[in-house]
């Protein structure tokens, strides 16, 4: 004798939705679906303590037995649970910010006095060789006076003696910042100049300007102070949970939308030892070319971090999992008829995969379609139940 059955329509989406004549979802809109249930069927709804006699039957909290008419109208798809190689990308703002390794200065190598300033303004360019500064110092003049009495001595006798003082004096001038070309014209003119042109050792954007007209400098300390911009730092930010993930090495690919359509790539090569404390993030970085100076510091940049996750663990689609915000569940396929909920314990996603730490075994066939209605069927009759609690309740005397 067949069972009676009984029917109603629910959603999809939202299976708490139970109406007794078709119609439209109140929430989505979306056309409700008829669901027909045995009234025996109650009776296999919810797992029994008899039925928990094993590990995996204490994750089941729910089972549910279709009629074959029933198939048809739910038209379920499964999936059989399996091992993956997992990637994972993580959307990530990045800053950019000036290169340390490309910083510089431009220094006094001898006290002075500046006489004048070629450089007039932060954020001019500066390479290697320009004129940077004048500057009045007695001591650098008198080194000069030297190195004229040394060579004219040395052309005379061209001994050895004075060999070694030219020699000296030469070095002592290039030690001092003096280019060839100037003691060279010097010894032409017969004459050392009371102010001297200092030129630039390094190439860069000025960032820092100290030199003024009438302004002391000791030796050591800085004319100008540079920023080399042909290599730039992007600094991102990644989140305590991914932390562990982060290797050097990893790709990073990056988007500025004062670059329509390019895609910059790197990789990560800096990361920072110590989390943030009141952000709890980890900063990371990667260093890009900017030969063309496009990319400015304080830009922002779109960044796509790509990972290898370790292993190859169980994966199911994220379409497999129904997370009720207490537990996360799945629904496996018995045999063609009967299916039953299990509670599992998940990882990490990817690309629309979910991974499983606990609940399932290779070759489980978990629904993937249609398990929002076997949910409905289940919500009917009570909704879940743990077999965990059935079970301790019913040693309790």
């Known amino acids: 004798m067949e069972a009676k059955t009984n029917s109603y329509y629910t959603c999809s989406m939202h299976p708490e939705v139970h109406e007794d004549k078709p119609g439209k979802c109140p929430i989505c809109h979306m056309n409700l679906v008829k669901v027909e249930v045995e009234e025996d069927s109650a ?40 091992k993956m190689k997992m990637a994972k990308k993580i959307r990530l703002l990045g800053s950019v910010l000036q290169s340390e390794e490309k910083e510089s200065s431009i220094p006094a190598r001898i006290n002075g006095r500046v006489e004048k300033v070629y450089v007039k303004s932060t954020g001019s360019f500066v390479k290697i060789g320009d004129p940077v500064v004048d500057i009045y110092s007695p001591q650098l003049i008198t080194a000069g006076e030297e190195y004229l009495l040394a060579r004219e001595s040395f052309n005379k006798s061209k001994s050895r003696e004075f060999k070694e003082m030219l020699t ?84 990073v690919e990056l988007e500025f939308s004062s670059l329509p359509g390019e895609i910059l790539e790197g990789e990560v090569d800096f990361i920072n030892p110590v989390l943030e404390e009141k952000s709890r993030t980890l900063k990371i970085r990667t260093t890009i070319s900017n030969s063309k100076g496009t990319l400015k510091p304080g830009m922002v940049a779109d960044a796509t971090l ?9 994966v199911v689609p994220r379409s497999a999992v129904i997370d009720t915000g207490k537990r996360k569940v799945v629904w496996l396929k ?64």
């Open 168 to 251: 000296q004096s030469e070095e002592r001038l290039l030690l001092w910042g003096i280019k060839e070309f100037q003691f060279e014209k010097w010894f032409k003119e017969k004459s050392v100049p009371k102010q001297i042109t200092i030129h630039s050792a390094a190439t860069g954007i000025v960032r820092k300007r100290h030199a003024t007209v009438g302004k002391y400098f000791k030796e050591g300390q800085n004319f100008f102070e540079l920023s080399d911009l042909s290599e730039i730092w992007v600094e991102m930010d990644v989140y305590e949970h991914d932390a562990a993930l982060i290797e050097l090495g990893q790709k």
């Open 334 to 397: 018995v045999d063609d008829q009967s299916f039953q909920a299990k509670i599992i314990h998940t990882g990490q996603e990817s690309e629309g995969y979910v991974e499983i730490k606990h609940g399932l075994v290779e070759g489980d066939n978990v629904v993937i379609e249609g398990n929002f209605l076997l949910d409905a069927q289940a919500q009917l009759f009570g909704g879940y139940e743990d077999m965990n609690t059935q079970k301790s309740s019913g040693h309790q005397h």
């Open 306 to 314: 790509s990972l290898d996750l370790p292993g190859e663990p169980l």
């Open 43 to 82: 009776n296999q709804q919810r797992p029994t303590s008899s039925s928990a006699g094993s590990d995996s039957a204490a994750e089941i909290i729910a089972k549910v037995k279709l009629r074959k008419a029933q198939l048809s109208h739910f038209n379920p798809d499964f999936f059989p649970v399996t």
